[in-house]
């Protein structure tokens, strides 16, 4: 059974910065994909980024690119959110998934962790 733990979301000032992580037990031995959602109040959740296995490859949603930097430590079974340049609309709860193949916008997954809030200040 995988765990999925989300860490530190917090609040910030418009401008700033956070760093989130997500650890993962439960996969001993996969070599799977990690991918970052988020959701706002009143919103569905939705596609942030993604990385595969090797950390080779990264996808971002258009939203976040540029802003928005993914990484992953297998050694530690941890993948990383960094967040420079926060903006208000970044404000939400963010979490983290894992998938054998893929994660990408618009499927559904079924390992989810309970979320990292982070709110961003004008």
């Known amino acids: 059974q995988v765990q999925l733990v989300e860490s530190g979301g917090g609040l910030v000032q418009a401008g700033g910065s956070l760093r989130l992580s997500c650890a993962v037990s439960?996969?001993?031995?996969?070599?799977?994909?990690m991918g970052w959602f988020r959701q706002a109040p009143g919103k569905e959740r939705e596609f942030v980024a993604s990385i595969s296995w090797s950390g080779g490859s990264t996808y971002y949603a258009d939203s976040v690119k540029g802003r928005f930097t993914i990484s992953r430590d297998n050694a530690k079974s941890t993948m990383y959110l960094q967040m420079n340049s926060l903006k208000p609309e970044d404000t939400a709860v963010y979490y983290c998934?894992?998938?054998?193949?893929?994660?990408?916008?618009?499927?559904?997954?079924?390992?989810w962790g309970p979320g990292t809030q982070v709110t961003v200040s004008t």
């Open positions: 439960g996969r001993t031995g996969k070599k799977d994909a």
């Open positions: 998934t894992t998938d054998p193949v893929a994660v990408i916008p618009g499927e559904e997954y079924d390992d």
